[in-house]
């Protein structure tokens, strides 16, 4: 319980009548300081934040489980993502969480990633660089390294603001960079995004594509194996993020709680929700919307100026599919994430079981396995995805990975289809701006979500505590 509510609470129990009215109030509190609506990273963060300043909040989450993107499978021995894999090393809003809640985060075992090109596979980041420069030229790929370090370490804001306005094929194209890196960043793109290098922006595409090279000062650093992935998760995966949150936060969220429409009442807010097919609604001063911006804009039409709306419809979203593969022999176990560089529908393939088997010796020889195929659409405007059945997911995953993973017909004993509707806010050219425009025009309500900043998961934690400390901060009317 929080001050604020406890206060409430035990300043009248003086009385028996006050107490048992206190009683009744905690049942059915029907009045908040703060409502965030959604349970996502950025609900949870948004929570968080006004929990650990003791303020008077409810979540309410449409489903029976908080992390949204973020979701563990189970099976057999083993967790798997469904979504949300891993992490830069965590920076800002998400170390603090992870350093208060006492979070054990790992990095993830090298080899971490593989490329497979042309009939080959490319093992590890040093043979994916010797890769690029045989197709790209030496010049070619050293002229892209430089520019991606000019664009993290040195880009004045006018650049930036360039950078933001024009797309990342634009910005390769300006630049002469070879159709080999291209075609490879095309497919992190998709693989990342679900959006192709002529839907994102360049500022979108740089901290990316930058990632590949952290650490890396010279050149040839790149051709020499290294001992780091720089990359981490927890060793049951980043759901166990999401889920340590929400445990904090306790009976503070509200499941099974779609928020359908938010109005005004004066100067609070009448948040009108769905519970178990029963209509409700709550009050409240502010209100943190983190859900996906079609449904905030949706819900809360009613609340929004005419340009935050016409803001928010400018954000498109791109489908996503993630298929897990299970297996008694192994389909891939040769590194963490394999980008298929000439793939159609299927951009890469995952060893899900590759940190828990590290880090948790007595499943080392376990032979169960599982890999998850992730399934990006062409470019943000292709919609076709979610028309596909499970029958044809299946059967595209077997024919594009038979070359790959020989026998893969026989070899799946089962899998788990995730299809994402609204899996990725695309940073298209000009994001950037309207975000800012849009982030400085709220008061009383505020947005959150992956979309407010990019589209990952330290970004939606970020976003959503950005937006808890500016609703604590405004002052409104009461
Ligand atoms: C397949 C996939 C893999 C990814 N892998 C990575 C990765 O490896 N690393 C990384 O950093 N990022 C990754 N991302 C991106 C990252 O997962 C997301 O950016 C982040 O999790 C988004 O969090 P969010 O809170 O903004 O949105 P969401 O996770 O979408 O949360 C929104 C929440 O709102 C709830 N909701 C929706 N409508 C309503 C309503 N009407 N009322 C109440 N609640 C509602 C939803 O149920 C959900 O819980 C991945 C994304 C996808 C799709």
Same mark, same amino acid.
Request: aromatic share 10%; hydrophobic share 40%.
């Given at each position: 319980?929080?001050?604020?509510?406890?206060?409430?609470?035990?300043?009248?129990?003086?009385?028996?009548?006050?107490?048992?009215?206190?009683?009744?109030?905690?049942?059915?509190?029907?009045?908040?300081?703060?409502?965030?609506?959604?349970?996502?990273?950025?609900?949870?963060?948004?929570?968080?934040?006004?929990?650990?300043?003791?303020?008077?909040?409810?979540?309410?989450?449409?489903?029976?489980?908080?992390?949204?993107?973020?979701?563990?499978?189970?099976?057999?021995?083993?967790?798997?993502?469904?979504?949300?894999?891993?992490?830069?090393?965590?920076?800002?809003?998400?170390?603090?969480?992870?350093?208060?809640?006492?979070?054990?985060?790992?990095?993830?075992?090298?080899?971490?990633?593989?490329?497979?090109?042309?009939?080959?596979?490319?093992?590890?980041?040093?043979?994916?660089?010797?890769?690029?420069?045989?197709?790209?030229?030496?010049?070619?790929?050293?002229?892209?390294?430089?520019?991606?370090?000019?664009?993290?370490?040195?880009?004045?804001?006018?650049?930036?603001?360039?950078?933001?306005?024009?797309? =990342? !094929? *634009?910005? #390769?194209?300006?630049?002469?960079?070879?159709?080999?890196? /291209?075609?490879? +960043?095309?497919?992190?793109?998709?693989?990342?995004?679900?959006?192709?290098?002529?839907?994102?922006?360049?500022?979108?595409?740089?901290?990316?594509?930058?990632?590949?090279?952290?650490?890396?000062?010279?050149?040839?650093?790149?051709?020499?194996?290294?001992?780091?992935?720089?990359?981490?998760?927890?060793?049951?995966?980043?759901?166990?993020?999401?889920?340590?949150?929400?445990?904090?936060?306790?009976?503070?969220?509200?499941?099974?709680?779609?928020?359908?429409?938010?109005?005004?009442?004066?100067?609070?807010?009448?948040?009108?929700?769905?519970?178990?097919?029963?209509?409700?609604?709550?009050?409240?001063?502010?209100?943190?919307?983190?859900?996906?911006?079609?449904?905030?804009?949706?819900? =809360? !039409? *009613?609340? #929004?100026?005419?340009?935050?709306?016409?803001?928010?419809? /400018?954000?498109? +979203?791109?489908?996503?599919?993630?298929?897990?593969?299970?297996?008694?022999?192994?389909?891939?176990?040769?590194?963490?994430?394999?980008?298929?560089?000439?793939?159609?529908?299927?951009?890469?393939?995952?060893?899900?079981?590759?940190?828990?088997?590290?880090?948790?010796?007595?499943?080392?020889?376990?032979?169960?396995?599982?890999?998850?195929?992730?399934?990006?659409?062409?470019?943000?405007?292709?919609?076709?995805?979610?028309?596909?059945?499970?029958?044809?997911?299946?059967?595209?995953?077997?024919?594009?990975?038979?070359?790959?993973?020989?026998?893969?017909?026989?070899?799946?004993?089962?899998?788990?289809?995730?299809?994402?509707?609204?899996?990725?806010?695309?940073?298209?050219?000009?994001?950037?701006?309207?975000?800012?425009?849009?982030?400085?025009?709220?008061?009383?309500?505020?947005?959150?979500?992956?979309?407010?900043?990019?589209?990952?998961?330290?970004?939606?934690?970020?976003?959503?505590?950005?937006?808890?400390?500016?609703?604590?901060?405004?002052?409104?009317?009461?």
């Amino acid at each position: 319980m929080t001050l604020t509510r406890a206060l409430k609470c035990v300043l009248p129990a003086m009385s028996i009548v006050a107490l048992s009215l206190c009683n009744v109030a905690k049942a059915e509190q029907t009045e908040y300081d703060y409502v965030v609506v959604g349970a996502g990273a950025a609900g949870l963060s948004a929570a968080y934040t006004l929990h650990q300043s003791n303020e008077d909040y409810t979540v309410l989450e449409k489903t029976n489980r908080t992390g949204g993107i973020a979701e563990n499978g189970r099976k057999g021995s083993f967790h798997y993502a469904k979504g949300t894999e891993y992490l830069g090393e965590p920076h800002g809003a998400l170390r603090n969480i992870v350093n208060e809640l006492d979070i054990p985060m790992v990095e993830i075992p090298m080899p971490m990633d593989a490329s497979y090109f042309d009939g080959k596979m490319h093992i590890g980041d040093d043979k994916i660089a010797r890769l690029t420069a045989e197709k790209a030229g030496k010049q070619n790929f050293q002229h892209f390294l430089l520019m991606l370090k000019q664009a993290i370490n040195g880009a004045p804001k006018e650049d930036w603001k360039k950078l933001d306005n024009i797309t =990342a !094929k *634009q910005w #390769l194209n300006d630049n002469g960079i070879s159709p080999f890196i /291209q075609r490879r +960043y095309n497919v992190m793109s998709r693989g990342l995004f679900g959006a192709n290098l002529s839907d994102i922006s360049a500022l979108s595409l740089i901290p990316e594509a930058a990632f590949d090279y952290v650490g890396v000062t010279s050149y040839d650093d790149i051709f020499q194996p290294s001992n780091n992935s720089d990359s981490w998760t927890t060793v049951q995966g980043i759901a166990s993020i999401t889920d340590a949150i929400a445990l904090e936060l306790g009976d503070h969220i509200k499941y099974n709680s779609a928020v359908i429409e938010i109005t005004r009442l004066g100067s609070k807010y009448k948040v009108i929700f769905n519970s178990n097919g029963k209509k409700s609604f709550i009050i409240a001063n502010k209100v943190i919307l983190a859900t996906p911006s079609p449904v905030s804009e949706w819900i =809360a !039409k *009613q609340v #929004l100026t005419t340009r935050q709306k016409q803001l928010l419809s /400018q954000i498109e +979203y791109a489908q996503y599919i993630t298929v897990a593969l299970f297996s008694n022999t192994p389909i891939f176990n040769k590194a963490f994430d394999l980008a298929i560089l000439d793939g159609d529908v299927v951009t890469d393939l995952y060893d899900a079981t590759w940190v828990e088997r590290h880090y948790k010796p007595t499943l080392k020889n376990v032979k169960e396995y599982i890999a998850s195929a992730y399934l990006a659409p062409k470019g943000v405007s292709d919609k076709s995805l979610m028309t596909y059945s499970d029958d044809q997911i299946m059967s595209i995953i077997k024919t594009e990975l038979s070359t790959i993973v020989p026998g893969i017909d026989t070899k799946i004993t089962g899998f788990d289809i995730k299809r994402f509707m609204h899996a990725y806010p695309v940073m298209s050219p000009g994001s950037y701006g309207r975000l800012e425009e849009l982030k400085n025009s709220f008061k009383g309500i505020y947005l959150a979500g992956d979309y407010m900043e990019y589209p990952t998961f330290e970004a939606a934690i970020s976003s959503g505590a950005d937006a808890a400390k500016k609703a604590m901060k405004h002052t409104v009317p009461k």
